[in-house]
């Protein structure tokens, strides 16, 4: 048994050797020449054999799935109504479903009044602890934090420079939507819009109080043949307003007599249905 995988795992390597040779020199080396066409030949799905990648140089396309430390979804700067406003509305959702306990929320306050508004004043994500377990971009209502692709964070101070704060991780919608296109094309699809929900409401709304304060086009009526009152009809018509209760009319505009009635009745009928169910 083991002597037959050793056999079968030193054959695979040897395949590789030998088909990495063998592309080389259909490719005539421009796998490894500095020209515009060697990535997408080295990184090609014909590709065989071992690959080499000159990194920092070159390197590897990531997938579009691919999961890194999250950022937070702005709007772009030419935004007709929302230029650099925030999607994430600092619920807190996010900093609740997050395995590691790395992300920390601090909610703005409207300086007039002191009540809390829904834009985040503060974000910090510690990259250090973050799992890049993708929880916070999944469960997010408003799908204003996503995962990133940029996995260069090294350096030499683990203080503070791998806490990311909110100016950090902020990144507009576009960038989104070059690095993920296909998801990005889901989600508006599942939103509706490739707005944000606050943004589709304003101008939904806006929309509607336009419709509403546009003038309306005069409609002209009909003229009817209306019968002049005399003087002398207005007073019997006047009588006969204050009538006497009609069928069906409501308790409070009945007379104390009436009232006493009705509450009679309805003592008997309870009485009855009491003493029905005594039987």
């Known amino acids: 048994m083991y002597g037959t995988g050793l056999a079968k795992g030193l054959l695979l390597t040897m395949r590789h050797f030998v088909e990495s040779y063998v592309d080389d020199i259909r490719y005539g080396f421009r796998k490894y020449h500095h020209s515009t066409d060697n990535f997408g030949i080295r990184q090609g799905t014909k590709t065989k054999g071992v690959i080499t990648v000159q990194y920092p140089d070159e390197k590897v396309a990531v997938p579009e799935r691919f999961r890194f430390v999250p950022f937070l979804i702005v709007e772009d700067e030419d935004h007709p109504t929302r230029a650099g406003k925030d999607w994430c509305t600092s619920c807190g959702i996010c900093a609740k479903v997050c395995p590691p306990q790395c992300i920390w929320i601090v909610r703005g306050n ?13 974000f910090f994500i510690d990259i250090d602890i973050c799992m890049n377990c993708g929880y916070c971009a999944e469960y997010c ?4 934090i996503k995962m990133d692709h940029d996995y260069e ?33 889901e989600e508006m699809l599942a939103r509706g819009s490739w707005e944000h929900k606050d943004a589709a409401k304003e101008a939904r709304r ?4 336009a419709r509403s304060s546009a003038p309306r086009p005069a409609v002209e009526q009909p003229a009817a043949a209306v019968p002049a009152k005399s003087e002398a009809t207005e007073p019997a018509e006047a009588s006969a307003t204050p009538a006497s209760p009609a069928e069906g009319a409501t308790p409070w ?16 009928r309870k009485a009855r249905r009491a003493a029905q169910r005594g039987q």
């Open 141 to 144: 209502p408003f799908d204003a």
């Open 253 to 268: 505009s009945e007379d104390e007599a009436k009232r006493e009635e009705r509450r009679r009745k309805a003592l008997e």
């Open 206 to 209: 806006g929309a509607a109080s």
């Open 110 to 122: 409207d300086p007039n009044t002191g009540r809390p508004v829904p834009e985040p004043e503060a």
């Open 153 to 185: 964070l090294a350096s030499y101070d683990r203080t503070t420079h791998h806490i990311h704060d909110k100016e950090r991780l902020s990144k507009p919608n576009s960038y989104w939507r070059s690095i993920a296109p296909t998801r990005a094309y």
